[in-house]
């Protein structure tokens, strides 16, 4: 009995660790994988070249992160360094992104669906929150200055808000992902192609259905670039 007891708690113990293993971006089973964006192979990630083909560029980006960036109508702007900027990155599990804020300006509640990010912010102060999953959907939010770090759990819906109504903020965000992946609530909720039925919209949201008809009217631009 003690030994099959064992074996029971043995068998938990390694099911736990499996999913640990496979709960974010696959481990890399090589130096690198650099991405061969020839090949017509569809994986989970991307096809690598072959090493012999690879070279410092395949890791580099001159990407301007230290130049401000304009912002769009709801005064955000997050330029993407990921796998689709730098090949390099496949397999590896790591992006990053720097996000300007205009004053009074915001990066709108969004979720990664395959990353926790840590924010640091450079310039400014931004309000920043997020909200767990249900039933309890607890709200925790913070005010950050300049050299703050803040920490957003992989899959949880989050913001950033600058606000003061002179001055812009900037942030640095990193990513446990090589392809965080974006998903922004209202555009997604709101900006559907084609478009979620206003009866559903309307029963989920208990408001009347020409309130959806205008929220789906409206112009969801994307601030992810």
């Not at 390694?14 to 496979?22: F, K």
């Not at 072959?50 to 109508?73: E, G, Q, S, Y």
């Not at 509640?109 to 999953?133: C, K, M």
């Not at 606000?163 to 922004?184: C, E, M, R």
């Amino acid at each position: 009995m003690a030994s099959s007891s064992s074996f029971l708690v043995l068998a938990a113990f390694l099911a736990l660790l499996s999913w640990h293993a496979t709960a974010s971006d696959p481990s890399p089973l090589q130096d690198f994988c650099v991405v061969d964006k020839n090949s017509p192979v569809l994986v989970n990630g991307f096809v690598c070249k072959n090493p012999m083909d690879v070279n410092a560029d395949d890791f580099f980006k001159a990407a301007n992160l230290d130049k401000p960036r304009m912002t769009n109508k709801v005064g955000s702007n997050v330029t993407l360094i990921n796998v689709m900027q730098i090949g390099g990155l496949n397999t590896l599990g790591i992006s990053l992104a720097r996000i300007d804020y205009a004053p009074l300006g915001q990066n709108p509640p969004h979720t990664h669906p395959r990353a926790t990010e840590i924010l640091t912010v450079l310039e400014g102060t931004l309000y920043v929150g997020f909200v767990t999953s249900n039933p309890e959907n607890k709200f925790l939010s913070k005010v950050l200055n300049k050299g703050d770090v803040f920490v957003f759990p992989v899959g949880l819906i989050h913001f950033q808000f600058n606000p003061n109504p002179y001055k812009p903020a900037v942030a640095i965000a990193a990513l446990s992902s090589q392809n965080p992946g974006a998903i922004t609530i209202a555009n997604a909720v709101f900006g559907s192609k084609p478009p979620i039925s206003d009866d559903v919209l309307a029963k989920a949201f208990q408001v009347e259905k020409n309130t959806i008809d205008w929220l789906q009217a409206q112009l969801w631009e994307n601030n992810h670039y």
